[in-house]
T-cell receptor
Framework: EPEVTQTPSHQVTQMGQEVILRCVPI?????FYWYRQILGQKVEFLVS????????KSEIFDDQFSVERPDGSNFTLKIRSTKLEDSAMYFC??????????FGEGSRLTVL | AQKVTQAQTEISVVEKEDVTLDCVYE???????LFWYKQPPSGELVFLIR??????QNEISGRYSWNFQKSTSSFNFTITASQVVDSAVYFC?????????????FGKGITLSVRP
């Protein structure tokens, strides 16, 4: 069964360091998303991406964040200079024509 | 603005009990989609169901059933004869239909503990 895959599953980084989280969406999907979940809290929308550009972003997605699809398969989230409050589980999701979002297993980011 | 309210935060039941997880939503869209996701202790988000706003038929899938009531803006989820493996956080979510990329808005989640 096709699935969204994310790497790394867990990353520990020092405050101020750059982090790149990678996602491989389901191959025939065209809409891509990043969500995050701070420990014990709800899942929050960060950004949606379609046709090689951002289609919507939340107030959380500030200038420290960027997304790209460099090679037609990977979909990456970059945090330029991590802060303690960026510690969270980051979920990638993709959507096809049926409308369901399929989520990856998440990448846990710990900022020390 | 879209909003999803899951008023229950934690529910604890004994195995084989039935349990209903409540979800109330707000949206200005006339067409929208409602979802339930399960997040087991391992952390991933598992899709359970999608319901379109124009389809108010209730749905049953094994021990799971969903009751969509547009009049009360509710989309409740019932687990019949609960099992320990049902222990997880359950999220209700809403997506509008305006624009193909309408984002999912999640509720805060309900932590369900099923005791043997």
């Amino acid at each position: 069964e096709p699935e969204v895959t994310q790497t790394p599953s867990h990353q520990v980084t020092q405050m101020g360091q750059e982090v790149i989280l990678r996602c491989v969406p389901i191959s025939n999907h065209l809409y891509f998303y990043w969500y995050r979940q701070i420990l014990g809290q709800k899942v929050e929308f960060l950004v949606s991406f379609y046709n090689n550009e951002i289609s919507e972003k939340s107030e959380i997605f500030d200038d420290q964040f960027s997304v790209e699809r460099p090679d037609g398969s990977n979909f990456t989230l970059k945090i330029r200079s991590t802060k303690l409050e960026d510690s969270a589980m980051y979920f990638c999701a993709s959507k096809g024509n049926t409308g369901e979002l399929f989520f990856g297993e998440g990448s846990r980011l710990t900022v020390l | 603005a879209q909003k999803v309210t899951q008023a229950q935060t934690e529910i604890s039941v004994v195995e084989k009990e039935d349990v209903t997880l409540d979800c109330v939503y707000e949206t200005r869209d006339t067409t929208y989609y409602l979802f339930w996701y399960k997040q087991p202790p391992s952390g991933e988000l598992v899709f359970l169901i999608r319901r379109n706003s124009f389809d108010e038929q209730n749905e049953i899938s094994g021990r799971y059933s969903w009751n969509f009531q547009k009049s009360t803006s509710s989309f409740n989820f019932t687990i019949t004869a609960s099992q320990v493996v049902d222990s997880a956080v359950y999220f209700c979510a809403l997506r509008g239909a305006s624009g193909a990329n309408s984002k999912l808005t999640f509720g805060k989640g309900i932590t369900l503990s099923v005791r043997p």
